[in-house]
């Protein structure tokens, strides 16, 4: 009897060995939610994308009429802040000497599994060119009106870029972060052909932004550094810069940031205004989550001032799920150009509000009787057309999804003497 006992302990336990082999499932080294976004000029691009296992490299393949070229980059583990500590693997390749403008293919992965092919234009060199973007701001992974709408533009090849303004997925980090892989996956649509462009909103904040940190790779043209919290980048004849409104909001994170940040916009802002560079680049266009009205140290850290002295032409802005024109604005005063032409050489930024591709918040109520610097509200959900067209002109559309596609207000913005203002006395 005694003697039979260790042959079976044996099998039990052989039998258990496997079955937990089994219970920690396959391994799942498929590359996915593939998204571009810009390098640091027009020769670069940023490949990123996740696996949940580790691979042995991060490759892309990619050239202009076959896979004949081959870059490697790194992987990072990032392991979620919810109670599973799930861990995923973010692979960043920077492609490189690219031909500005030319069209290439590409696939990403390892010899452990590639991705789809997929293809990308290189970002257009200097400035003689129109760039098409689609902003918008607040697109969750449910009830996200704008994504086929946006994955059908894009595929038809109407854009060049989007700027999607803070608020993801509602939240990256929701269900032990599952939420935030299934909006990278129903974005890839878009995001794999043309770079998607990101700041950081509100509802990113928990576990100190690292769903955001850790998803995104958004490159400061400048320096070549990746920062996904504040960085610039040129395209045609506009300078872009994106920051964070949250450091504002979110001090427990680092107040010091937002001290850094606000230097660093500063420095970034007398760069853009070096008369060879604001030639080159006359349009300065903010991308910041939440409207001005909203940020709380408005005079000593404030950016309203230094956005109007640095002759800061456009302000896109999201959080509130509407959208809305703003007449040029400064300082709760409304800057008209004149009653007949208020866009044609105005003397103020003009913002807009874009904050309605859809989420499970739905929309947000106007109040009733709009400022008098509220040019159109819209309820709509839908998405804005930015046309960077030449030095003095750029148009806003706003497409609205209820209706189809239809476009519900337009703009064209004129400026033919861009530059530094001079405070108001
Ligand atoms: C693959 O990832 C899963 C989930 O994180 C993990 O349980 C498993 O051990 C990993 N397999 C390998 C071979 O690393
Ligand atoms: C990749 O790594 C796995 C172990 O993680 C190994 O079994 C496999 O041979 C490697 N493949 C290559 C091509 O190196
Ligand atoms: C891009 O344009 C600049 C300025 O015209 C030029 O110096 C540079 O060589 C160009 N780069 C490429 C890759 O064509
Ligand atoms: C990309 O380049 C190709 C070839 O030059 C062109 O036909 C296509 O319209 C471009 N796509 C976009 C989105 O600009
Ligand atoms: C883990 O967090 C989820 C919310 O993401 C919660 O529903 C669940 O109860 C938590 N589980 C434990 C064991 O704390
Ligand atoms: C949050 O992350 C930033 C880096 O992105 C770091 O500098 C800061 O110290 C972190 N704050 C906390 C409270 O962990
Ligand atoms: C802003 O407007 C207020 C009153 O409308 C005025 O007192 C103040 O001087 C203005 N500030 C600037 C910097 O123009
Ligand atoms: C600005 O111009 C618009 C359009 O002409 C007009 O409706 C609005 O009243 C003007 N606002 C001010 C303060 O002049
Ligand atoms: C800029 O674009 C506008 C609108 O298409 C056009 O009327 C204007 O002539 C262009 N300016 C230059 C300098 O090409």
Redesign the pocket.
């Known amino acids: 009897m005694s003697f039979g006992l260790l042959p079976v302990l044996l099998i039990i336990i052989y039998i258990l060995y496997i079955t937990g082999a089994e219970v920690r499932g396959p391994v799942r080294t498929q590359p996915e939610q593939i998204h571009l976004s810009y390098g640091a000029d027009s020769t670069q691009m940023m490949v990123t994308w996740t696996t949940f296992n580790a691979t042995n490299t991060s490759t892309v393949e990619f050239g202009k009429n076959s896979l004949d070229q081959t870059l490697t980059g790194l992987s990072a583990s990032f392991i979620d802040g919810g109670n599973e500590s799930r861990q995923i693997f973010i692979h960043r390749v920077m492609l490189t000497q690219l031909t500005p403008g030319d069209q290439y293919i590409y696939h990403c992965g390892s010899t452990d599994g590639w991705s789809p092919l997929f293809k990308f234009n290189a970002t257009k060199n200097g400035s003689d060119w129109s760039p098409r973007i689609a902003v918008f701001g607040d697109l969750g992974n449910e009830n996200s009106q704008s994504i086929p709408r946006l994955q059908e533009d894009v595929q038809r090849g109407l854009y060049d870029s989007i700027f999607h303004i803070g608020d993801f997925a509602y939240d990256m980090d929701s269900d032990n972060a599952r939420v935030g892989d299934e909006f990278m996956r129903q974005i890839e649509s878009i995001a794999a052909y043309v770079p998607y462009q990101v700041c950081p909103g509100n509802h990113e904040y928990k576990y100190n932004f690292s769903n955001y940190d850790n998803r995104f790779s958004m490159v400061n043209s400048g320096s070549g550094l990746m920062n996904n919290h504040y960085y610039s980048f040129n395209i045609g004849p506009a300078h872009v810069i994106a920051f964070s409104t949250e450091y504002y909001y979110f001090l427990q994170y680092g107040w010091k940031q937002l001290v850094r940040q606000y230097y660093w916009l500063i420095n970034d802002l007398q760069e853009a205004n070096k008369p060879k560079n604001r030639a080159l680049r006359p349009w300065i266009i903010t991308l910041g989550h939440r409207p001005m009205k909203g940020l709380p140290i408005v005079r000593t850290l404030g950016l309203e001032d230094v956005f109007y002295e640095y002759g800061v032409d456009v302000e896109l802005w999201a959080h509130e799920h509407v959208y809305e024109r703003m007449w040029p604005l400064y300082n709760r005063t409304v800057y008209n150009a004149s009653l007949s032409q208020p866009y044609t050489n105005p003397s103020a930024p003009v913002h807009i509000i874009t904050g309605s591709a859809g989420c499970k918040e739905r929309h947000d109520p106007f109040v009733p009787n709009p400022p008098p610097w509220s040019a159109v509200r819209n309820s709509d959900y839908g998405y804005t057309r930015l046309h960077i067209?030449?030095?003095?002109?750029l148009s806003l559309e706003q497409i609205s999804d209820d209706q189809n596609g239809k476009i519900v207000d337009k703009i064209?913005l004129i400026q033919e003497s861009h530059g530094k203002r001079k405070p108001i006395p």
Do not use: F, Q, T, V
Not at 389 to 393: D, F, G, I, P, V
């Open positions: 067209l030449n030095a003095s002109h064209m």
